[in-house]
């Protein structure tokens, strides 16, 4: 059963950091892309950041430089550092995994709730 795990969130205050990470599981390959999305209350889901598997990274305009995304391979991780948050940042973090060549698959996690209050 393929599986995307995150964890981190939580409360934090303006100004403050968060590290998010994400745990993938049930494959027997490493995931081509795997990437942070967001979701605030009454809007859609964005794209945060994403890395490939030779540690390529993109970032959403809006994001870097605040946030910074990471990966290790050899554990099926991926990482989200998040600093200087604002109440703008208040959503739930997905992370997904993307493998575009046959079997194509594409798995989200559960998600994590991040709250920045001021």
């Known amino acids: 059963q393929v599986e995307l795990v995150e964890s981190g969130g939580g409360l934090v205050q303006t100004g403050g950091s968060l590290r998010l990470s994400c745990a993938a599981s049930?494959?027997?390959?490493?995931?081509?892309?795997m990437g942070w999305y967001r979701q605030a209350p009454g809007k859609q889901r964005e794209f945060i950041a994403s890395v490939t598997s030779g540690g390529l990274t993109r970032y959403a305009d809006s994001m870097e430089g605040r946030f910074a995304v990471s990966r290790d391979n050899a554990k099926h991780t991926i990482d989200l550092q998040m600093n200087n948050l604002t109440p703008e940042d208040t959503a739930v973090y997905y992370c997904r995994g993307r493998r575009i060549v046959t079997p194509v698959l594409d798995y989200w996690g559960q998600g994590t709730q991040v709250t920045v209050y001021s």
């Open positions: 049930g494959v027997n390959f490493i995931w081509p892309v």
